[in-house]
């Protein structure tokens, strides 16, 4: 572990800035190899290497997009990584030139429930596609990662889900640490990819507390909670995150991986996380809301359909200065983009008010507004 610990001292190909802080929330900026990526920051999905429905090339202009996020078990089974590499990466592949986070594989194979065993050695499953058996190790991960040339790697973790208890959730912990010391060591481009660990250990403080001390040891560019937002009680969760905040590096990005409801966004946000995704976004009630100065809109709702101002007429946000509630209450149920472009709205909202000092008042209205009965 010393080897480990130490190997890892060369500058990573990531800054962070904090530009101004609102207690343990901050406004930053991460630049990546890519350009800047300014947080807090909610990353779309482009599960298949693009986004559905929507053309790279017109991505970063529709969405305002720094960053968004791609998994390694879908671009290996297709295109394939030796397309992949021929191509010259990711990047390339799509006509995407800002930065592309991959997720490792491995929660992607747990949850779409196409595993066939999990040890020590990695993890196998069979092809959603054509029934092939394949083994995904740490150094599997990466070496696929590596073909990707994504600006941010995800470490191969042992995930469990939330309401997992006993000493399952101690073994998935312990092997997430071991198997990021065999990706660390794996990781072949350190100079022009971050390699992200994987906070784990359930809603269990103790676990937690010690993941976060062994994995900061390694000293790597940033770190991800992860094993959250799986059917745990919100106070398990947010009690988690921040028992997480607390310990990971102040000067460092912190990714809160998997969710998508306002609430958390501003919850974990203020908490002090930078990163959000919501790979697995339900359409449930409270996911199309969006907040402004007369309270939360509930996009959804037919009132909206003929409504031509933008959410909120004094936000500077890119949804405001773009798009009507008329256009995100049509697009809601047919295009994953909308859903975007009411959470960037959200957390830029966020964000701008942090840079403003006026991140106390805009929390308060925020949940006074959003635990409001509906009138
Ligand atoms: N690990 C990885 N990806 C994830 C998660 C995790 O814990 C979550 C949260 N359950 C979402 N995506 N590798
Ligand atoms: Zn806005």
């Known amino acids: ?21 609102f207690n343990r929330c901050r406004a930053a900026v991460v630049t990546l190899p890519h350009g800047d990526v300014r947080t807090p920051v909610y990353m ?55 930065n592309i986070l991959t997720d490792s594989g491995g929660f992607q194979i747990v949850s779409l429930g196409e595993l066939n065993s999990l040890d020590e ?26 073909k990707i040339g994504s600006d941010i790697m995800m470490a191969l973790d042992d995930v469990v889900t939330p309401t997992t208890s006993g000493p399952r959730v101690m073994e998935a912990m312990e092997r997430s640490v071991r198997w990021l010391d065999r990706c660390i060591q794996a990781h072949k481009n350190p100079d022009r990819q971050n390699l992200f660990g994987i906070i784990q250990g359930g809603v ?12 900061t040891k ?22 988690t995150v921040k028992v997480c905040t607390d310990l990971l590096p102040d000067d ?10 306002a609430e958390d966004l501003m919850v974990c946000s203020l908490l002090g996380a930078d ?14 809301s969006a907040f402004s100065k007369y309270g939360m809109i509930k996009l959804r709702k037919n009132e909206y359909a003929d409504d031509f101002g933008p959410i909120s ?50 929390a308060r209205d925020f949940f006074i507004n959003y635990y409001r009965d509906d009138k």
């Open 1 to 21: 572990n010393q080897q480990i610990e130490s190997q890892n001292n060369q500058q990573p190909p990531l800054m962070f800035k904090v530009l101004k802080r």
């Open 204 to 215: 269990d403080d103790e676990l937690r507390k010690i993941c976060c001390e062994m994995m």
């Open 275 to 288: 990163m959000f995704d919501c790979v697995f976004a339900t359409r449930t009630a409270r996911f199309g």
């Open 313 to 362: 007429e004094e936000c500077q946000c890119y949804t405001c200065q773009n798009y009507t509630r008329s256009y995100l209450q049509k697009t809601f149920r047919a295009d994953q983009s909308c859903l975007h472009l009411i959470s960037l709205h959200n957390v830029q909202g966020l964000r701008n008010s942090v840079l403003n000092d006026t991140a106390e008042q805009y």
């Open 121 to 146: 050695n990695g993890v196998s499953f069979k092809s959603h596609i054509d029934g092939k058996e394949f083994l995904l190790t740490p150094e599997r991960s990466m070496e696929i990662q590596n």
């Open 44 to 98: 779309p999905v482009g599960t298949k290497g693009a986004m559905k429905g929507l053309l790279s090339e017109n991505m970063a202009e529709l969405i305002d997009c720094d960053i968004m996020l791609s998994n390694t078990y879908h671009l290996f089974l297709k295109p394939g990584e030796d397309i992949m590499e021929q191509m010259g990466g990711l990047h390339k592949f799509m006509g995407w030139n800002r």
């Open 252 to 261: 460092k990005p912190r990714y809160v991986m998997g969710i998508g409801y």
């Open 218 to 239: 390694r000293n790597l560019p940033g770190y991800a909670i992860g094993g959250l937002a799986g059917g745990e009680d919100k106070e398990d969760f947010w009690r």
